[in-house]
């Protein structure tokens, strides 16, 4: 009986001892190192500081400022997104109005707002105090990329189906609404052969002539059918194809990564302006498929968004669609005078918010993707409708969906929760819109830089080559920095491979021997071409020369053409040539440039700027070539003119 005491007594000492031990080795992590949090849950006990109640105004914020000036209002430890480089969640731009909400409610609905997580961590072991944190983890990200990646191939297939469906059915009428001229592209292109299609996903030029005897007579047919539709819908310039315009077809791909993403084709001599075919997706009426008997597999279905994607997890919250009567609530419908703010000129969205909030007594949180363009869009077109501020109005007659669809385009969600007198706003597509977002700092770079010391090549080149709408949606959006469209002139994918080098391999570029493409994986480098090719960088744009040109400036852009083509189509695809080649930068002093306002201009002598080509050096069947890449048509350091003019005047009294 002692000997078992003993026993249990020693297993006991060594399981509390193991414990400790366990206890006393736990590492607490950095704020700034990646965490894997738990979520908080109602059934832990209770902070007693979240019940404090916050009254807050942010205006327009980033998502980081929001929560730090929370921080200092509470006295709480909050933390935004999972380290401070974690710009894709500390970057979320939002508008935050709350009149004596708890702080828990707060931060909770803030995550809602911005789709991330609220969490709760212990700060040490023998300390009760939790920190807080507002992130997405590593898996949530790796879930928005996965769908929004499975989204576009699944466009994609779409457009491959509904091809198919046309080659099928087009010719015979069957497909009501689909032009005559779409079922010869498709033929056109079927006419390729096995694996035509895979080529042109892969982002290759597919080039026909009257040579290929057996779609002369498509070609033929495509030139003619294009122009008795553009006769239909009142062109009467409508060109005759003539058999210069049948000689040459170039197929290339284009696929557009939205809503209505499709296949575009050019085909037309070099020398003059290509005419286009673009098939969008959608085109094909699928129930008028099944009406009439065709069959087809089944169309290839669209990815469901990740988990929580959609949902809104803050309980009480009904979501107001369009012509809901849910805006029919009271709190929704109870009339105010909403007053313009003062000292305003042209109201923002965050000025809206702000001012609804104030007139109607209700606590605002929404993402805010629209405030950072200003009052107008680029097409100078109002953010907000005219006649948004006045009296007897309503939240309901302001924050409608439909009515900020159809004013700016805000696209806004709102969620509305009664008993806290809450509307919570969701920008509607928001995975596009995050991934598309520009890190605040670059922007900010951009912005001081142009007033100070310039904006220098590598910026430019990293704003200009920004992917998907981020550069029409964050740095077009700010007028100091639209001068920047019309530098994108040219494109080119060396230009953004260039701009994915590290900085020692860009300085390589600028020395004598230049960078050699031999020290990059040949996969890597050949893909990185196929996939910029898909979005056309690769492919030089022709010229419509006027009636007068003479025959020596036509042949001589035919030649460069033609150089062009070389590499686009060959040298760009084949890794033994690209083992080959050298890029170097060529600084040039500059002499002229491009000013939105006033066209090409001579520069002032008191300016010392430069403008930047690449040179590609390689050899092609046993020879070797250079193609010299123009860069952005621009003269660098690019300053504001108020910047160039103290540099000016300064120089001047020297």
Same mark, same amino acid.
């Given at each position: 009986?002692?000997?078992?005491?003993?026993? *249990?007594?020693?297993?006991?000492?060594?399981?509390?001892?193991?414990?400790? /031990?366990?206890?006393?080795?736990?590492?607490?992590?950095?704020?700034?190192?990646?965490?894997?949090? @738990?979520?908080?849950?109602?059934?832990?006990?209770?902070?007693?500081?979240?019940?404090?109640?916050?009254?807050?105004?942010?205006?327009?914020?980033?998502?980081?400022?929001? +929560?730090?000036?929370?921080?200092?209002?509470?006295?709480?430890?909050?933390?935004?997104?999972?380290?401070?480089?974690?710009?894709?969640?500390?970057?979320?731009?939002?508008?935050?109005?709350?009149?004596?909400?708890?702080?828990?409610?707060?931060?909770?609905?803030?995550?809602?707002?911005?789709?991330?997580?609220?969490?709760?961590?212990?700060?040490?072991?023998?300390?009760?105090?939790?920190?807080?944190?507002?992130?997405?983890?590593?898996?949530?990200?790796?879930?928005?990329?996965?769908?929004?990646?499975?989204?576009?191939?699944?466009?994609?297939?779409?457009?491959?189906?509904?091809?198919?469906?046309? #080659?099928?059915?087009?010719?015979?009428?069957?497909?009501?609404?689909?032009?005559?001229?779409?079922?010869?592209?498709?033929?056109?292109?079927?006419?390729?052969?096995?694996?035509?299609?895979?080529?042109?996903?892969?982002?290759?030029?597919?080039?026909?002539?009257?040579?290929?005897?057996?779609?002369?007579?498509?070609?033929?047919?495509?030139?003619?059918?294009?122009?008795?539709?553009?006769?239909?819908?009142?062109?009467?310039?409508?060109?005759?194809?003539?058999?210069?315009?049948?000689?040459?077809?170039?197929?290339?791909?284009?696929?557009?990564?939205?809503?209505?993403?499709?296949?575009?084709?050019?085909?037309?001599? *070099?020398?003059?302006?290509?005419?286009?075919?673009?098939?969008?997706?959608?085109?094909?009426?699928?129930?008028?498929?099944?009406?009439?008997?065709?069959?087809?597999?089944?169309?290839?279905?669209?990815?469901?968004?990740?988990?929580?994607?959609?949902?809104?997890?803050?309980?009480?919250?009904?979501?107001?669609?369009?012509?809901?009567?849910?805006?029919?609530?009271?709190?929704?419908?109870?009339?105010?005078?909403?007053?313009?703010?003062?000292?305003?000129?042209?109201?923002?969205?965050?000025?809206?918010?702000?001012?609804?909030?104030?007139?109607?007594?209700?606590?605002?949180?929404?993402?805010?993707?629209?405030?950072?363009?200003?009052?107008?869009?680029?097409?100078?077109?109002?953010?907000?409708?005219?006649?948004?501020?006045?009296?007897?109005?309503?939240?309901?007659?302001?924050?409608?969906?439909?009515?900020?669809?159809?004013?700016?385009?805000?696209?806004?969600?709102?969620?509305?929760?009664?008993?806290?007198?809450?509307?919570?706003?969701?920008?509607?597509?928001?995975?596009?819109?995050?991934?598309?977002? *520009?890190?605040?700092?670059?922007?900010?770079?951009?912005?001081?830089?142009?007033?100070?010391?310039?904006?220098?090549?590598?910026?430019?080149?990293?704003? +200009?080559?920004?992917?998907?709408?981020?550069?029409?949606?964050?740095?077009?959006?700010?007028?100091?920095?639209?001068?920047?469209?019309?530098?994108?002139?040219?494109?080119?994918?060396?230009?953004?491979?260039?701009?994915?080098?590290?900085?020692?391999?860009?300085?390589?570029?600028?020395?004598?021997?230049?960078?050699?493409?031999?020290?990059?994986?040949?996969?890597?480098?050949?893909?990185?071409?196929?996939?910029?090719?898909?979005?056309?960088?690769?492919?030089?744009?022709?010229?419509?020369?006027?009636?007068? /040109?003479? @025959?020596?400036?036509?042949?001589?852009?035919?030649?460069?053409?033609?150089?062009?083509?070389?590499?686009?189509?060959?040298?760009?695809?084949?890794?033994?040539?690209?083992?080959?080649? #050298?890029?170097?930068?060529?600084?040039?002093?500059?002499?002229?440039?491009?000013?939105?306002?006033?066209?090409?201009?001579?520069?002032?002598?008191?300016?010392?700027? /430069?403008?930047?080509?690449?040179?590609?050096?390689?050899?092609?069947?046993?020879?070797?070539?250079?193609?010299?890449?123009?860069?952005?048509?621009?003269?660098?350091? *690019?300053?504001?003119?108020?910047?160039?003019?103290?540099?000016?005047?300064?120089?001047?009294?020297?």
């Amino acid at each position: 009986m002692r000997k078992c005491l003993l026993a *249990v007594l020693l297993i006991t000492i060594l399981v509390s001892f193991t414990s400790l /031990s366990f206890a006393q080795n736990k590492i607490t992590t950095d704020p700034n190192t990646v965490v894997t949090p @738990t979520e908080a849950k109602d059934s832990e006990k209770p902070d007693l500081r979240l019940a404090q109640e916050i009254t807050y105004d942010s205006g327009y914020k980033r998502l980081h400022t929001v +929560i730090d000036d929370i921080c200092q209002l509470s006295g709480v430890n909050i933390q935004s997104g999972r380290n401070k480089d974690d710009w894709r969640v500390r970057d979320i731009p939002v508008v935050v109005y709350v009149k004596d909400m708890p702080l828990g409610k707060l931060l909770k609905v803030i995550a809602e707002a911005t789709h991330t997580r609220f969490v709760s961590e212990k700060i040490k072991k023998d300390n009760p105090t939790k920190k807080y944190r507002i992130f997405r983890t590593l898996s949530d990200d790796a879930a928005i990329d996965d769908y929004l990646n499975s989204q576009k191939k699944a466009r994609i297939a779409q457009v491959k189906w509904e091809w198919d469906a046309i #080659v099928a059915y087009g010719k015979s009428n069957a497909l009501p609404g689909v032009p005559l001229s779409a079922w010869f592209a498709a033929k056109l292109a079927d006419s390729f052969g096995p694996g035509a299609w895979d080529r042109l996903l892969k982002g290759e030029t597919l080039r026909l002539t009257v040579k290929d005897s057996a779609a002369e007579q498509l070609i033929k047919d495509l030139y003619q059918e294009t122009r008795n539709e553009e006769i239909a819908k009142g062109r009467t310039d409508a060109r005759t194809p003539t058999t210069e315009d049948i000689e040459y077809a170039v197929f290339k791909t284009k696929f557009r990564d939205d809503f209505s993403a499709g296949l575009d084709m050019n085909f037309g001599p *070099v020398r003059m302006e290509q005419r286009g075919f673009a098939f969008q997706r959608n085109l094909v009426d699928v129930y008028l498929l099944k009406k009439n008997g065709l069959k087809l597999p089944p169309n290839p279905e669209m990815p469901k968004p990740p988990d929580r994607a959609e949902e809104m997890r803050y309980t009480g919250t009904v979501r107001l669609m369009m012509y809901d009567k849910e805006w029919n609530r009271p709190l929704l419908t109870a009339k105010f005078d909403l007053e313009k703010p003062k000292d305003i000129k042209d109201p923002t969205f965050a000025d809206l918010i702000r001012a609804i909030a104030q007139a109607s007594g209700c606590n605002i949180v929404t993402e805010d993707f629209s405030t950072h363009r200003g009052a107008k869009t680029s097409w100078d077109t109002p953010i907000l409708p005219e006649d948004i501020f006045k009296k007897g109005t309503s939240i309901s007659d302001t924050l409608k969906y439909k009515k900020i669809r159809n004013n700016g385009n805000l696209g806004i969600v709102w969620f509305f929760n009664e008993s806290d007198k809450l509307m919570i706003g969701l920008k509607s597509g928001w995975l596009e819109a995050h991934r598309n977002l *520009v890190p605040e700092s670059f922007v900010n770079r951009l912005r001081e830089n142009y007033k100070t010391t310039g904006i220098e090549l590598d910026d430019a080149i990293h704003a +200009i080559y920004l992917p998907g709408l981020s550069f029409s949606d964050w740095i077009l959006a700010y007028e100091d920095l639209r001068f920047l469209e019309k530098a994108c002139y040219g494109k080119n994918a060396m230009w953004l491979l260039y701009d994915a080098l590290a900085p020692a391999d860009k300085l390589q570029t600028q020395s004598i021997d230049g960078l050699s493409l031999a020290k990059f994986d040949k996969g890597w480098v050949t893909s990185f071409f196929i996939d910029q090719n898909k979005r056309q960088y690769l492919q030089p744009e022709s010229p419509t020369f006027p009636e007068e /040109s003479s @025959t020596e400036v036509i042949e001589s852009w035919n030649r460069a053409m033609q150089k062009y083509m070389d590499f686009n189509e060959r040298a760009a695809f084949d890794p033994a040539i690209i083992s080959t080649m #050298v890029i170097h930068l060529k600084k040039l002093p500059a002499k002229y440039r491009y000013t939105p306002n006033r066209g090409n201009e001579s520069i002032p002598p008191q300016m010392k700027l /430069s403008s930047y080509n690449l040179v590609i050096d390689y050899k092609m069947d046993g020879e070797k070539k250079e193609i010299e890449i123009g860069g952005p048509c621009l003269a660098f350091p *690019v300053m504001s003119p108020e910047r160039e003019a103290e540099i000016i005047k300064a120089a001047k009294e020297k």
